[in-house]
Every structure is written in C-alpha cells, then in structure tokens.
C-alpha cells in the first residue's frame, strides 16, 4: 500500500529506515524530581534545584515512569531486564543544564522486541523489529526569539524555558527493518496508538509529547548497508513520510552522480521539501556514557512486572488483524489508529451492520466532529439500520447531533422517514417518464447507465423525500414494460 507521494521509482535501489521515537510520559511529576509537568505553563515555573543541576541536589527516580516504561516494553514484546543502570550521556547545550543527560546505554530496561503492522493479509504482514526502550529525561526548550541565529544582543536572542527539563521520556529505536516510506507511517501511527491505549502518554505530535527522527540510507538488493543520515524531529504523520521519501531520492541522486553519503544530522522543510544539514552525526563515543553515580541500578521485581502486564488490553496490531476479515485492511487500519474500533465494536454488538458501521463511525462521525465517547451505541446503531429510510440531509444532520445528550433515533427516525408507498409514487415516476421519451427510447436502446437520471428526477419531485430504493425498483419496472 503506497501512500500519496511515496517513492516509487527506486532504479533498483533499496531503502533501508530506522526510526527513533521519543515518547513523553504523562506522569505526574518530572523523571528526577517531584516538580509538576503541565503544558503550555509560563515558562519556568516548574523548576526546583534537581532539575536545574544546582550544586549538591541529588536526583530520585520516579517509579511511575520505571513502571510505564516496563508497561511499554512488555507491550512491544521486549524482554525486561532484570537490572537496568542509568548513565550520563555528556553534551553542552543551553537547554541541559547539568552539561549531561540522564539516560539508559549499555543496559536498557527493555530489548529485542518487535510491532506487528498487518498489511493486507497475514502473508503480507511485517514485522518491525524494537532494538531497545529505554527511560532517561527529556531536555528544556530553547526558544529563538528574532531573526536567524537567535543573536544574544539586541531583539535577536535565545531563551531557555526549564519546565520540560527532566520529563520522563522514553526513547524507542526500532531496527532497519522498514523499506518505505508509508510502512514508517503505519509503523509509527500503531505506535502511538498503542502507546495512548497503554495510558502512558497522550503522544500528541504538535505539542512535541511524540517526536520522531529517522535513520535513512539505501543500498542494492542483497548488499550490507551503506551509510546512514538522520533526519531530525519531525512533527507529524505526513512530514515523517514526505521527509523520508526526500532524503530516499536525495541520496539515489548522490549514488548516481558518483558521489558518496555522508553520516550527518539533517533537517526536512515541509514547506519546501528541502533537506539541509544541521551537523556531523555524533557517535556513541563522542557522549562519554559513563554510569550515573547518583543512581543505583533499576531491579523490577516479578510482582511489578506481572503487574504491568496485566493493564495490557488487546494491541492495537491484534485488532486490526481481527477487524480486517470484515472490514478490509484500509479500513481495520482507520478505525484503530484513530481509537474509533472501540466505538465500532460497541455498536455492532448493538445490532448494527458491521460495513456500514465501520464507514459512519469512520467517515461521517469523523467528519461533523463527533466525539466518539459521548455517542449512545444502541442508538447510533438504531440509526444505521434505518439509513436507507431517511433522507440524506437529515441523516448527515442526525449523525452530528449523535453525540448530543438525550439523543433519541426513534424520534429522528419517525419525524423524517422516507416515502416508501408505491401507490403514491407511482403517478410521479409515470410522469418523469411520459416527460422524456427520448431518453426512454435511449434507455431502452441500451444505454442502462439513464437509470440514475429518471431516479434523479423522481427525487427531485418528491423533494429528496422518496425512497431511493423503491424509487429505483419502481422507475425500472416501469421502463422495461
């Protein structure tokens, strides 16, 4: 399945992708410290002496973000480790006040796990490997304020703002497992639905709780990788693919001039589908990992674990594997990377056709803004099984107030059903018909596909009131005799 603008003409290259995916926790304190997370605060008021590294304050793990992270590791099928040690990942940064960050290396809690992303049936499903998850601190925010650069003097300057320092993150690297830009899509919509069904974030692209980089190289069929570039944060669904398919074609273009990739950070414009490069990509070495001394290492015991296991509901994966047989693979995927299956379930065990269901909830609900959570599911689904006997306005109008206290199909229903009586639109379809011979002598010269303009002009008489189903039984009958 090939998304919109998805490379296609690869020359007999391969692509081979890796992605990195940070994952704010939603605890609720920082990862070290006990200053409260909130978003869109006034910047710096979550701070305390831990979180802004002042001398002598000493960090304390939050067991919250230990369980949540094993909570995660236990969904993506990793093995857990039984010790676990934080490290300090050395960098200068304006927004790291410590000169390093409190991160995971050597021994992650969680490796060796994978995410099932089903394709169009089990033969086609693929599986995506997880190298590690691992828990360490978010950094601050730098803020540029005026022209490029963010020069010190004058309007042009940078600020910190030191209340996302230390937020629980956990940081996932998949292996380089993905070939295409649409299967990273997938790949990382099913994450963050699976991460939001956890409970353990809200994964929110644009409020920057679900960032994403991605490793990207390509190679011939058959050959060991070649070298890799990152592509750095970007911030939705769309602009992972669309950079990913840049940075596809950019380096095909280096291998076919004569040139050779270099392993560098770079950064994708969506605007302008630009790639320009940030700097040389850094190296494990380069960070000086050196185990955290303040830290002893993290122990979960066997009750913790099976604790954490057992608020895993059924994945995300598992469930469009088992919607698809009904549903078909595009729209299994829509509804559960959307969190509207749960709504779907609820009104087919209400009655309510499965097809028609998936297709209101996903297509007409999603569209007038309904919230799924606040929808009767017997009503909704009095209301799908009577669709073909309301009109299509008032439908649409019904399906928008469906999520309104108090909503009541029957009365929707009653106070706008279609026409069905036979007897009373039989004379208008005689008349549609005796006022265009000509397209009844096309009609029944061959030409079928007229049907749907003597139905239209039915409709019309009667106001869109009659049934379009009796309507098309009636004008049929009456052409062919």
Not at 61 to 85: F, Y
Not at 117 to 139: C, F, K, M, N, Y
Not at 425 to 446: D, T
């Amino acid at each position: 399945m090939a998304a919109e603008g998805t490379v296609t003409d690869l020359n007999g290259w391969e692509p081979v992708i890796g992605l990195e995916i940070h994952v704010q926790l939603k605890t609720r304190t920082k990862m070290f410290c006990r200053c409260e997370l909130s978003w869109a605060e006034e910047e710096n008021t979550r701070t305390c002496p831990v979180c802004l590294a002042h001398p002598g304050a000493l960090p304390v793990p939050n067991r919250r973000a230990v369980e949540w992270t094993i909570r995660l590791g236990l969904a993506l099928g990793c093995t857990i480790a039984e010790k676990a040690v934080f490290a300090r990942k050395n960098y200068f940064y304006p927004d790291l006040p410590k000169g390093y960050q409190i991160s995971q290396y050597d021994q992650p809690s969680c490796e060796h796990g994978f995410v099932l992303v089903p394709g169009a049936d089990a033969a086609s499903d693929r599986r995506i490997g997880i190298t590690r998850a691992h828990l360490e601190e978010d950094a601050a925010k730098t803020i540029h304020v005026g022209g490029a650069g963010g020069r010190i003097r004058g309007a042009d300057r940078s600020l910190v703002d030191f209340n996302r320092g230390g937020t629980p993150l956990v940081e996932i690297v998949t292996e380089p497992d993905i070939r295409d830009a649409d299967e990273a899509r997938r790949f990382l919509q099913l994450l963050r639905q699976t991460v939001v069904e956890l409970g353990i974030s809200d994964a929110e692209m644009e409020k920057g709780s679900l960032r994403c980089d991605a490793n990207v190289s390509v190679r011939r069929p058959g050959e060991g990788f070649r070298t890799k570039a990152e592509l750095k944060n970007m911030n939705s669904f769309k602009f992972v693919a669309d950079g990913i398919d840049a940075e596809i074609a950019r380096q095909i273009a280096i291998y076919e001039s004569g040139g050779q990739v270099k392993q560098e950070t770079l950064h994708y414009d969506p605007t302008t589908g630009h790639i320009t490069p940030l700097r040389s990509k850094e190296e494990a070495d380069d960070y000086r990992y050196f185990p955290e001394p303040d830290l002893v290492p993290v122990m979960p015991d066997a009750a913790m674990i099976e604790a954490q296991r057992a608020a895993i509901g059924e994945l995300p994966s598992a469930r469009i594997v088992r919607l698809r047989e009904v549903l078909g693979p595009e729209l299994a995927s829509g509804l559960v990377v959307s969190g509207r299956d749960f709504l779907y379930d609820r009104v087919v065990a209400a009655g309510a056709e499965p097809r028609d269901t998936a297709n209101v909830v996903m297509n007409q609900l999603a569209a007038a803004g309904v919230d799924p959570e606040r929808v009767d599911p017997a009503q909704l689904a009095k209301l799908i099984a009577a669709r073909d006997r309301i009109p299509r306005d008032a439908l649409t109008a019904a399906l928008a107030r469906s999520g309104d206290a108090g909503f009541a199909a029957d009365a929707v229903i009653a106070g706008s059903a279609l026409v069905e009586d036979t007897s009373s639109l039989e004379p208008i379809v005689a008349a549609v018909i005796a006022a265009n011979p000509g397209q009844v002598e096309q009609y029944r010269a061959g030409k079928e596909s007229l049907l749907g303009f003597f139905v239209g002009q039915v409709m019309k008489q009667t106001g869109g009131k009659a049934s379009p189903k009796v309507v098309n039984e009636l004008v049929r009958s009456k052409l062919a005799g």
